[in-house]
């Protein structure tokens, strides 16, 4: 059974940074792509970015630059950096790990970017 915890979530003000992190249990995280999702109220859940289990890392367009994606398999543990937020970056963040075409979800963690 795959398991997402994540953390680090909070409440920042514009141009401040965060690092979420999602820990997973289960034998999948070295195979699985690691997203990070955000859903802001009244808007569909969105991709941020993503890594696959090579290091290929993408991200949408808004937060090219500001945000980084990481892995360490070590500690079965996905990252994201967020550096130069903005008060739409307000959401609560997924983490999700892709693996034969199955997503398995966290619980989400609350980002409150304040102007």
């Known amino acids: 059974q795959v398991q997402l915890v994540e953390s680090g979530g909070g409440l920042v003000q514009a141009g401040g940074s965060l690092r979420l992190s999602c820990a997973a249990s289960?034998?999948?995280?070295?195979?699985?792509?690691m997203d990070w999702f955000r859903q802001a109220p009244g808007k569909q859940r969105e991709l941020v970015a993503s890594?696959?289990?090579?290091?290929?890392?993408n991200y949408i367009d808004s937060v090219k630059g500001r945000f980084t994606i990481s892995r360490d398999g070590a500690k079965n543990t996905v990252y994201l950096q967020m550096n130069s937020l903005k008060p739409e970056d307000t959401a609560v963040y997924y983490c999700?790990?892709?693996?034969?075409?199955?997503?398995?979800w966290g619980q989400g963690t609350q980002v409150t970017v304040s102007s």
């Open positions: 289960g034998s999948i995280f070295s195979s699985a792509r």
């Open positions: 890594i696959s289990s090579g290091g290929v890392r």
């Open positions: 999700a790990a892709y693996s034969i075409a199955t997503y398995y």
